[in-house]
T-cell receptor, first 110, second 113 residues
Framework: SQQGEEDPQALSIQEGENATMNCSYK?????LQWYRQNSGRGLVHLILIRSNEREKHSGRLRVTLDTSKKSSSLLITASRAADTASYFC??????????FGPGTSLSVIP | DADVTQTPRNRITKTGKRIMLECSQT?????MYWYRQDPGLGLQLIYY???????NKGEISDGYSVSRQAQAKFSLSLESAIPNQTALYFCATRASGYAGELFFGEGSRLTVL
């Protein structure tokens, strides 16, 4: 089974609404990262949160990390149609081995 | 020009053929990675390299081999391709010294008939 698991697998919302995606992982991590992928394209880094941080913001993105529950959440506020993409969490098991979850497919309906 | 370039972008081949996917980067990063993506399964790590002399197996290395020809080049080979290796393959790089973001290429779509 994979180190990281995103929930839900798919999410459909109206433009302007908030989107929340969750990630759970199994082992201790150094940091957790979130990436975005537009259909069939390369992944783009969104935000990184270190194991000693609990919350981080970047523009319309807010990431939380709960190491006691081995979970993270990504909140996208005031979603736009252009936010339609797949979102992946990635856990840094060491400083060089990065493992990805299966992703959440987000559809934002105009 | 892209910082991380993968070639070919698309390849169709037959079972049993040897295939090489190439990755080159201009970011000057020491760490390079090969991932495979199948629909609904996210990315699985195949191999990763700390530098030219340091290569490590990832989650799914069976059936694959790699070569780090230089700091900037990391190639993935399928010695005898099989249909279940049909997937989208990504190369990524990362700077050494701290746990930062990965930079991805645009992917190589491989179809094995």
């Amino acid at each position: 089974s994979q180190q990281g698991e995103e929930d839900p697998q798919a999410l459909s919302i109206q433009e302007g609404e908030n989107a929340t995606m969750n990630c759970s992982y199994k082992t201790s991590i150094n940091n957790l990262q979130w990436y975005r992928q537009n259909s069939g394209r390369g992944l783009v880094h969104l935000i990184l949160i270190r194991s000693n941080e609990r919350e981080k913001h970047s523009g319309r993105l807010r990431v939380t990390l709960d190491t006691s529950k081995k979970s993270s959440s990504l909140l996208i506020t005031a979603s736009r149609a252009a936010d339609t993409a797949s979102y992946f969490c990635a856990t840094d098991l060491t400083y060089d081995k990065v493992i990805f979850g299966p992703g959440t497919s987000l559809s934002v309906i105009p | 020009d892209a910082d991380v370039t993968q070639t070919p972008r698309n390849r169709i081949t037959k079972t049993g053929k040897r295939i090489m996917l190439e990755c080159s980067q201009t970011k000057g990063h020491d760490r390079m990675y090969w991932y495979r993506q199948d629909p609904g399964l996210g990315l699985q790590l195949i191999y990763y390299s700390f530098d030219v002399k340091d290569i490590n197996k990832g989650e799914i290395s069976d059936g694959y081999s790699v070569s780090r020809q230089a700091q900037a080049k990391f190639s993935l080979s399928l010695e005898s391709a099989i249909p279940n290796q049909t997937a989208l393959y990504f190369c990524a790089t990362r700077a050494s010294g701290y746990a930062g973001e990965l930079f991805f290429g645009e992917g190589s779509r491989l179809t094995v008939l």
